[in-house]
T-cell receptor
Framework: DQQVKQNSPSLSVQEGRISILNCDYT??????FLWYKKYPAEGPTFLIS?????DKNEDGRFTVFLNKSAKHLSLHIVPSQPGDSAVYFC??????????FGKGTKLSVKP | GAVVSQHPSWVICKSGTSVKIECRSL??????MFWYRQFPKQSLMLMAT?????????EQGVEKDKFLINHASLTLSTLTVTSAHPEDSSFYIC?????????????????FGPGTRLTVL
């Protein structure tokens, strides 16, 4: 059973608009969450993270929102740029240090 | 920022041979490193946790005798694919955790290497 789910395999957004990537999790014991961006044949690049004690973390164009009661987090990218086109992975971590990844959402930002 | 390197970035080998992949944390020490595998168009799957000074912990379904892990130092972990077969062809990625965050709280994040593309003929 998937503990971290990204239900949208793909998302297409116009340049300059907001991209919203969603992620759901089932294990309430996760204590931090991360978003990674990945290009083909490259390792994931860390984007932004949030501790379970927070509900929002912002870094430049990227904002992550955490709704613990709904076990849901989202990544907002605004404004979206063509260079943001990649696969975005949501990941959740616990006390053991390993991460559980979602299956990813492919974001396409069109000029 | 934190950097994790992997070597080699790609390797092609014959079936039955062994391949060693190195993972290094370049500006921080990591007592734990993680090895992932990614099949085309699929998510990252954790294979094993590499522990400095002790045995690696393998995920269910991962053959420990086939995927040998050695955490030689606080900055180096190696994954050796022994007697490689074509079905072992994949993209292997390592990561190392490091504390991140601000003055009011901190948490672990993981920094990933660039990955190693293994093709077994």
């Amino acid at each position: 059973d998937q503990q971290v789910k990204q239900n949208s395999p793909s998302l297409s957004v116009q340049e300059g608009r907001i991209s919203i990537l969603n992620c759901d999790y089932t294990n309430s014991m996760f204590d931090y969450f991360l978003w990674y961006k990945k290009y083909p044949a490259e390792g994931p690049t860390f984007l932004i993270s949030i501790s379970s004690i927070k509900d929002k973390n912002e870094d430049g164009r990227f904002t992550v929102f955490l709704n613990k009661s709904a076990k849901h987090l989202s990544l907002h990218i605004v404004p979206s740029q063509p260079g943001d086109s990649a696969v975005y992975f949501c990941a959740a971590g616990g006390s053991q240090g390993n991460l559980i990844f979602g299956k990813g959402t492919k974001l396409s930002v069109k000029p | 920022g934190a950097v994790v390197s992997q070597h080699p970035s790609w390797v092609i080998c014959k079936s039955g041979t062994s391949v060693k992949i190195e993972c290094r944390s370049l500006d921080f020490q990591a007592t734990t490193m993680f090895w992932y595998r990614q099949f085309p168009k699929q998510s990252l799957m954790l294979m094993a946790t590499s522990n400095e000074g002790s045995k690696a912990t393998y995920e269910q379904g991962v053959e420990k005798d086939k995927f040998l892990i050695n955490h030689a130092s606080l900055t180096l972990s190696t994954l050796t694919v022994t007697s490689a077969h074509p079905e072992d062809s994949s993209f292997y990625i390592c990561s190392a955790p490091r504390l991140a965050g601000g003055p009011t709280h901190s948490h672990r994040t993981q920094y990933f290497g660039p990955g190693t593309r293994l093709t077994v003929l």
